[in-house]
Nanobody
Framework: QVQLVESGGGLVQAGGSLRLSCAAS????????FGWYRQAPGNQRELVAQ???????IYADSVKGRFTISRDEAKNTVYLQMDSLKPEDTAVYFC????????????WGQGTQVTVSS
């Protein structure tokens, strides 16, 4: 099992920045990909950014150039730096950890609220 705890959400004005953190614990050696997803009210959960071991990060088109995902393996922590925030970025952000070879290895954090005011 892998446990994920997100932090760093909050209220920010448009144009501002936030950094989300996701601390992983447990059998993290079984994980080869970490991602950030978000879900706004009435919408489906969508991928924001993902980093897979040995690959370049991928981003949703809506956040390219504004968000950056990074991973500190020594701290078992994944970050999402969010700059130039827009009201449409308002959502609950979820951290995800998975192993692409084993579908059962798919874990979610509890989510953290990000609200961007105009």
């Amino acid at each position: 099992q892998v446990q994920l705890v997100e932090s760093g959400g909050g209220l920010v004005q448009a144009g501002g920045s936030l950094r989300l953190s996701c601390a992983a614990s447990g059998r993290t050696s079984t994980i080869n990909a970490f991602g950030w997803y978000r879900q706004a009210p009435g919408n489906q959960r969508e991928l924001v950014a993902q980093v897979t071991t040995g690959s370049v990060p991928i981003y949703a088109d809506s956040v390219k150039g504004r968000f950056t995902i990074s991973r500190d393996e020594a701290k078992n922590t994944v970050y999402l730096q969010m700059d130039s925030l827009k009201p449409e970025d308002t959502a609950v952000y979820f951290c995800n950890a998975r192993n692409w070879l084993f579908v059962d290895y798919n874990y979610w954090g509890q989510g953290t609220q990000v609200t961007v005011s105009s």
